[in-house]
């Protein structure tokens, strides 16, 4: 087969995973992969648990190198900064210039950051292990924790530095949080959750203000109030990591548009897009295209692109069914675990089907025209297990 050379920048999940499906698709060419940080791929979700109460490190957190993959070329630890689809080659801030006959964009999304004045001592967000150890370092039993956003990372971390023993303020102009996938009523009632652990929430409310001389010592909120903080973890949302794909002609109004391929929209030679950083078509979704940022798209977006691209190179046939993937994510905060299938935040209406919201429970969600779209179980992942099903056979009601 070809002895084609297949550049994949973005050194996470969705880039190994693609790497794993162009061997598994008859791929012989060479691979490489590019990634800003030093280690190879490893698994997020702990960062904002496990690896901030305990001394994970990268040896226990990376993803197991299948043989397949095992004669990738890493080159790591140096950020693309320009991509130039016409010579078809990719240059690293380290000055090198890498050159492909195909080019998989998997370099995901970091945290969106405020403009707030003052000192930035003691201001952390949380993408990399990095970050997590540098948090780690100053989350101590009785430090004041501020945390900005109350998403799930947000109340991840809440749950964490209060087990840890810190005093926690969750600052966010939400009503609710997690109000966006959840809706306000199972919200409200994990707010309730945290605040009986002790969190205090700051809803409808931002941070104008970080004070102190070089150190953060206290924020003061747009209300006037002032809360004490020795650390402030801003975790308010996403930004596609795609400045480096500029003027290529590729459409970067929300990550990477791609097809149900993964292939780029508009691209006359092979790029495709995985993981959070694909704007990408789904059945499940109906007409629109989305960017999800949960932990299995990577492999489910990997998965199709490294099949299409094996194809593509190899001048056969691209897969022409439509791409399907359920979007699924667990959020583990204190010893509740919190599951969902589906998309409950495009939801119209929700309804409680067992449990009550203070206890294990399962909400349905409900789109506009009052088809089952999602639902999010506490505490009944065996339960849950027929929805998973329901929805992968097409089967809703
Ligand atoms: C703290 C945390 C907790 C999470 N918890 C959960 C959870 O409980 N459940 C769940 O479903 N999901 C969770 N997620 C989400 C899940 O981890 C992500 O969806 C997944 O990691 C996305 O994979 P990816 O390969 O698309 O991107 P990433 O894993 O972010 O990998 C992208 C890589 O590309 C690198 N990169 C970026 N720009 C460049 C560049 N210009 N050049 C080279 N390299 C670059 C990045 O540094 C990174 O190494 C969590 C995420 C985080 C951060």
Redesign the pocket.
Known sequence: MSEKRVLI???????LRTAEALRANGFIGEIAI????EFQPYN??P??KAALSSDLSHEELKFRQRDSVADVKWILGS??EKLSADTQEVTLADGTSHTFDALVI????RPRLLPIPGPTQGLHT???LNDAQSLKAEIKPGSNVVIIGSG??GC?LAATATKLGATVHVVSLDAQPMIMPMGADLGAAMRKRHEEKGVTFHLGHTVAQFNGETQIESVTLDSGETLPADVVVEAIGSVP?TE?LRDNGLNLENGVLVDSNMRAVGSSIPIYA????SNHPNKFYGDQTRRI??????TETGKRAGAALAAELTGSELPTDDFFALPA????QYEFQLQSYGLPGSASSSKVVSGELDGPCIVEYFDSSNKLCGVIGIDTVKELMPYRKKFLAGMQS
């Open positions: 920048v973005g050194g996470g999940l969705g880039g590019v990634g800003d940080e997020r979700p960062l904002s950020a693309a998997a370099t995901g999304i949380l993408r990399t799930f990372i991840e990591n480096w995985v993981g959070d950083a940022e949960h932990w299995n798209m990577p994510f667990w959020s583990d």
